[in-house]
């Protein structure tokens, strides 16, 4: 039986999304923003929850309809035969987002469809489930347009970015599966030498490291599908030990990560000895203009501060030459990637980027500058020294 599903993810990976839907069988795959719609069975709905990179949330459509007035979503919500999703005995909660909607409250709206859901259990069953909005067993998902409304139930539960292998973070952790994202963009590929010089806690590293021994990034999770009624545990088995098997053993991979915070370099130590992963990764307490290129080539990622982190923008006025200068001077022929809110840092460092991609860090539009170390100099006024061009200079 093929189910109708939408799965968002962060706003600028719908295109990697696309092409992680189609690896896990999904059909009738629209991208829009923010996510995509497909149609596939429950096996389908398993694979891509245990092992997309990049996706946020898979919602499987439960109806659909009309609506002029906010009674109309009410009376679409009663029809569904909830008690034939979830047991009363689960906890839940309604979550509405609308596009373009003539509705003055989407609170009242989420009311009334928690409303239309209790009376149906009421009817049906003689008792309603509780409502908790913290850590809910089931969750409802309304998405209204400006004449249409749809109701989901959640799938995936938790986030999917919540791998349950970051148990510590420093302040403004980046999200896994925007980090993952990010790699996949950068062309890096498990064998190439990898290093990310502020790693904060360790997000880029750890999903490189996923990436690298063919962890599915959902092995180490529960899911919301295992609380609903048409949960098949025989299909979803056979999909998770398919994916525990295809892991690789532990082993450096050629990934290594720095940062001038010696705590962040503890944090993400941690997080890669709970995962038991830290083999697989080099760590050193390293300023960026310390950091030693590791190999000839490779790619280098960074989030770097930015002001919402740092609250002072002459700091990194000051701090973006520094890193210009570091790059030229160590890393001719690498390709570097960083990802910020601060459109001045190419400018400011007085390199040119070849590519620069919006993305979303939650609610903050950034963008991800591809700066690539040619041999000879990036800078947009007239030609370095030959002593700033010398790697080693």
Same mark, same amino acid.
């Given at each position: 039986?093929?189910?109708?599903?939408?799965?968002?993810?962060?706003?600028?990976?719908?295109?990697?999304?696309?092409?992680?839907?189609?690896?896990?069988?999904?059909?009738?795959?629209?991208?829009?923003?923010?996510?995509?719609?497909?149609?596939?069975?429950?096996?389908?709905?398993?694979?891509?929850?245990?092992?997309?990179?990049?996706?946020?949330?898979?919602? &499987?459509?439960?109806?659909?309809?009309?609506?002029?007035?906010?009674?109309?979503?009410?009376?679409?919500?009663?029809?569904?035969?909830?008690?034939?999703?979830?047991?009363?005995?689960?906890? &839940?909660?309604?979550?509405?987002?609308?596009?373009?909607?003539?509705?003055?409250?989407?609170?009242?709206?989420?009311?009334?469809?928690?409303?239309?859901?209790?009376?149906?259990?009421?009817?049906?069953?003689?008792?309603?489930?509780?409502?908790?909005?913290?850590?809910?067993?089931?969750?409802?998902?309304?998405?209204?347009?400006?004449?249409?409304?749809?109701?989901?139930?959640?799938?995936?539960?938790?986030?999917?970015?919540?791998?349950?292998?970051?148990?510590?973070?420093?302040?403004?952790?980046?999200?896994?599966?925007?980090?993952?994202?990010?790699?996949?963009?950068?062309?890096?590929?498990?064998?190439?030498?990898?290093?990310?010089?502020?790693?904060?806690?360790?997000?880029?590293?750890?999903?490189?490291?996923?990436?690298?021994?063919?962890?599915?990034?959902?092995?180490?999770?529960?899911?919301?599908?295992?609380?609903?009624?048409?949960?098949?545990?025989?299909?979803?088995?056979?999909?998770?030990?398919?994916?525990?098997?295809?892991?690789?053993?532990?082993?450096?991979?050629?990934?290594?990560?720095?940062?001038?915070?010696?705590?962040?370099?503890?944090?993400?130590?941690?997080?890669?000895?709970?995962?038991?992963?830290?083999?697989?990764?080099?760590?050193?307490?390293?300023?960026?203009?310390?950091?030693?290129?590791?190999?000839?080539?490779?790619?280098?990622?960074?989030?770097?501060?930015?002001?919402?982190?740092?609250?002072?923008?002459?700091?990194?006025?000051?701090?973006?030459?520094?890193?210009?200068?570091?790059?030229?001077?160590?890393?001719?022929?690498?390709?570097?990637?960083?990802?910020?809110?601060?459109?001045? &840092?190419?400018?400011?460092?007085?390199?040119?980027?070849?590519?620069?991609?919006?993305?979303?860090?939650?609610?903050?539009?950034?963008?991800?500058?591809?700066?690539?170390?040619?041999?000879?100099?990036?800078?947009?006024?007239?030609?370095?020294?030959?002593?700033?061009?010398?790697?080693?200079?």
């Amino acid at each position: 039986m093929h189910n109708h599903y939408f799965v968002t993810c962060p706003r600028g990976l719908e295109t990697l999304l696309v092409e992680e839907l189609k690896q896990s069988g999904a059909r009738d795959i629209k991208p829009t923003d923010g996510g995509a719609s497909f149609s596939g069975d429950l096996a389908v709905c398993y694979h891509i929850n245990l092992h997309s990179r990049v996706a946020t949330r898979v919602l &499987m459509q439960v109806g659909s309809g009309k609506y002029v007035k906010e009674d109309d979503i009410y009376q679409g919500a009663l029809k569904i035969n909830w008690p034939n999703w979830f047991d009363v005995r689960h906890s &839940m909660m309604v979550k509405v987002t609308a596009v373009r909607s003539p509705l003055k409250s989407l609170e009242f709206i989420t009311l009334r469809v928690k409303d239309a859901i209790c009376d149906k259990f009421r009817q049906v069953v003689g008792s309603r489930p509780n409502i908790d909005t913290r850590e809910p067993a089931v969750r409802v998902h309304v998405y209204l347009t400006s004449d249409r409304y749809q109701l989901y139930v959640d799938t995936s539960g938790n986030p999917l970015y919540q791998r349950g292998n970051r148990k510590n973070s420093i302040e403004a952790p980046l999200r896994e599966n925007l980090a993952a994202g990010i790699l996949k963009l950068t062309g890096w590929q498990p064998g190439q030498v990898l290093l990310d010089p502020m790693c904060g806690s360790g997000t880029f590293l750890l999903e490189a490291v996923m990436m690298a021994l063919n962890i599915a990034p959902g092995l180490n999770r529960n899911f919301g599908f295992e609380k609903l009624k048409n949960f098949e545990s025989d299909t979803f088995r056979k999909i998770r030990n398919a994916a525990a098997k295809a892991m690789k053993p532990v082993s450096f991979q050629g990934i290594y990560g720095s940062d001038m915070d010696l705590r962040a370099v503890r944090v993400t130590k941690q997080n890669l000895e709970m995962a038991g992963w830290l083999e697989a990764v080099q760590l050193t307490h390293w300023e960026f203009t310390q950091v030693v290129p590791p190999a000839d080539s490779g790619v280098l990622v960074a989030n770097p501060p930015y002001g919402v982190r740092i609250g002072e923008d002459d700091t990194l006025a000051e701090l973006y030459p520094q890193m210009a200068a570091t790059l030229k001077q160590k890393f001719s022929g690498w390709n570097t990637y960083f990802l910020t809110n601060d459109l001045r &840092m190419p400018k400011l460092m007085r390199l040119s980027p070849s590519k620069k991609t919006p993305l979303f860090n939650g609610p903050l539009e950034c963008r991800l500058f591809e700066i690539r170390m040619v041999a000879g100099s990036n800078r947009r006024d007239k030609p370095a020294s030959a002593a700033q061009q010398s790697p080693n200079s």
